[in-house]
């Protein structure tokens, strides 16, 4: 008996330094991650709340946080299929559903406060809506990628110029926050390509410098460049293509990641972010990189997110952290379903959360990115995804997975 017991206590020794000695290495290895800190997020699965009077959203292809925390979102109502707006055909076919008007507001309660937006007197709706920011003086700007049809001869001018096809939205329009019309830069139609400083081509985000009053324009599935106007006077002030250079509109083909570097963006140029220190960030989307430049586009640095991304590219939006050194990016990353959270100073991703799918936290198609004062992410989808999506700010943590996938809030105890 003497015997099974020192053999059995010897044996409950042997398991309690064997899980001190696992205690031990875990306890290393979590310090060792807390050297390398990354914010953390959940979704929230009940935000926004339901839309009234049978709305439903389209393809969601932008997303701003105005100086109140409002969410500001733009879709677009034709692509819903019939089936999803039977309520709007005449006679209505269904109870359910009609389009929700194509620019809407929420609080920071998820509650629908303000929506208006389509064609009207006095300026050029574009025939595909893309990218909403709200400004520092909380005007609404508005871009668009639609074709349309043009006469032959501009036709032709398009497919010498990379094949864009007919161009129809070859402008941006400035919007009071009730939806009051202000200004319209470019024509619809009237692209002369990428070095043309009157009109846009298929322009896809905008973004206005508080310091010196500028619009920035990431143009964008046309044309190759980020243009830079008077966000006032709508005056052309300069230009640029990839590293700085003079854009050019000859056709690169397919993007390789084995190739070297291209010299020119490829379309779509879909984002321009300006961060506190006067860097600017542009998405290079299907070139999957990452460009910074001075304001006045001279280039700094680049970055290649997911390289071997094919299909519609890595880089869709950029969104900066609220932090006051602004150290973090987070890129918007459709074709691969997640958000990537990017240390700004060295362009190194840190993690990642999301996954493919339609419940919250998954996504299809993630186009769109903005964070509110709190740090709260909010992104829209696009395609078949049509819709909005808030993950809280939870604060800093050490990183332990590259990839985190949903991040689905944690039980309250």
Same mark, same amino acid.
């Given at each position: ?7 059995g ?8 330094a064997?899980?001190?000695g696992?205690?031990?290495?875990q ?26 009077n ?6 969601v292809i ?24 039977? &309520?709007?055909?005449?006679?209505? #076919? ?5 389009p ?8 920071? &309660? ?5 929506h ?15 990218g909403?920011t709200?400004?520092? /003086?909380?005007?609404?700007w ?8 043009? $006469? ?9 110029m990379?094949?864009?096809?007919a =161009?129809?939205?070859?402008m ?6 009730d ?7 470019g024509?619809?139609? /009237? ?12 322009p896809a985000?905008t973004?206005?410098d508080a ?6 324009? &990431?143009d964008?599935?046309?044309?190759h460049?980020?243009i830079?106007?008077?966000?006032d ?7 640029? #293509?990839?590293?700085g250079?003079?854009?050019d ?7 390789? $990641?084995?190739?070297? $570097?291209? +010299?020119?963006?490829r379309?779509p140029?879909?984002? =321009? ?5 006067g860097?600017?960030?542009v998405?290079d ?6 460009q910074?430049f001075? /304001?006045?586009?001279?280039?700094v ?6 390289k ?6 890595s =880089? ?5 952290? /609220?932090?006051?050194? +602004?150290?973090?990016l ?8 997640k ?7 060295t ?9 493919g ?7 299809y ?31 800093l ?6 990839d985190q ?9």
């Open positions: 008996m003497k015997r099974n017991y020192y053999l206590a010897a044996f409950l020794a042997l398991l309690i064997l899980g001190a696992s205690s031990l290495l306890k290393r290895a979590t310090v060792e991650a807390a050297g390398v800190q990354a914010p953390k997020f959940e979704v929230d699965p009940m935000w926004p709340k339901p839309l009234p049978h709305w439903v959203m389209g393809s932008g997303v701003a946080a105005d100086a109140s925390d409002h969410i500001w979102i733009i879709h677009r109502q034709g692509s819903l299929e019939p089936k999803e707006m039977s &309520a709007a055909s005449k006679p209505p #076919g269904a109870e359910c559903c009609s929700a008007p194509p620019v809407l507001e929420f609080n920071e &309660a998820g509650d629908l406060i303000g208006w937006g389509g064609p009207g007197q006095g300026y050029d709706w574009p025939s595909s809506n893309h909403i709200v400004d520092y /003086k909380g005007n609404v508005i871009g668009g990628n639609g074709r349309g049809q043009q $006469p032959a001869a501009l036709a032709a001018d398009e497919s010498k990379g094949g864009a096809g =161009v129809h939205d070859s941006v329009l400035k919007f009071t926050q939806g009051k019309f202000l200004m319209q830069i024509k619809p139609g /009237k692209s002369k390509g990428s070095n043309d400083t009157e009109n846009l081509r298929l985000k973004n206005v310091k010196t009053n500028e619009l920035y324009v &990431a964008g599935y046309g044309n460049r980020v830079v106007f008077d966000a006077s709508g005056k052309y002030k300069r230009h640029w #293509g990839a590293y250079h003079k854009p509109d000859a056709n690169l083909g397919p993007y390789n $990641p084995n190739d070297p $570097p291209p +010299q020119q963006f379309n140029v879909h984002c =321009v972010e300006l961060a506190s220190d860097l600017l960030y998405c989307r299907t070139n999957d990189r990452i910074v001075k /304001k006045d586009g001279a280039f640095k680049e970055a290649f997110i997911a071997n991304t094919l299909v519609d590219g =880089v869709f939006d950029i969104a900066l952290s /609220k932090d006051p050194q +602004q150290k973090y987070y890129v918007a990353d459709g074709s691969n379903m958000i990537h959270i990017v240390q700004r100073d362009l190194e991703v840190l993690t990642s959360f999301g996954d799918g339609r419940q919250p936290g998954e996504f198609g993630v186009h769109s990115i903005a964070t509110d004062s709190k740090g709260n992410i909010f992104t829209t989808e696009t395609y078949r995804g049509q819709r909005v999506q808030k993950f809280h700010y939870r604060g943590g050490p990183v332990t997975k590259k996938g949903v991040v689905w809030p944690k039980a309250k105890s």
